[in-house]
């Protein structure tokens, strides 16, 4: 399922509408679909381990309550967060300034410009806080994704869109 990016995210509810909610790749739209982006993402957090513990678990304590909801698609969103968690605080952990390229690849005006941006990659530094930040967040990410009554919603789901 493509993620639509093409939606009035700033007037779609989607616990009101989760027929227009699509899965997309990793976190796709994960800054996007409310209301779960505003419930979610203050507590979006990965600067220490401490703090990369404590986000991870309040973020899968959200998970598991949508989940004892029914609501897939708040989540499939809590799931994003612990995957984008891990993304984030492992990007840190690679490069100090969070950037892995020179310049910008999705600045880039042509194909071959975005192709040759995404070879200039900026010097590993690693840091090994942020990298157990990560560890921490992988952990968490990994145990939604292979929840057992997630799969079955996310199943669902799919199913409800094939049938269209």
């Known amino acids: 399922m493509i993620f639509d990016y093409s939606l009035d995210f700033q007037n779609i509810d989607f616990r009101q509408h989760p027929e227009l909610y699509r899965i997309g790749k990793g976190e796709q739209g994960v800054l996007l679909v409310e209301p779960y982006k505003s419930e979610i993402l203050p507590h979006w957090r990965f600067k220490t381990p401490d703090i ?84 921490i967040f992988k952990q968490k990410w990994i145990q939604a994704k292979t929840n057992e009554k997630y799969l079955q919603l996310l199943a669902r789901h799919k199913q409800m869109y094939e049938q269209k």
């Open 52 to 135: 990369a513990r404590e986000s991870s678990e309040k973020i899968y304590e959200m998970f598991l309550a949508y989940l004892e909801q029914d609501d897939f698609v708040g989540a499939d969103m809590a799931r994003k967060f612990l995957q984008m968690g891990y993304t984030r605080s492992r990007r840190y952990a690679n490069h100090k300034s969070g950037r892995k390229y020179k310049t910008n690849p999705q600045k880039a005006g042509s194909a071959a410009a975005q192709k040759q941006a995404r070879n200039d990659i900026l010097p590993y530094e690693v840091d090994p806080i942020k990298a157990e930040s990560a560890k």
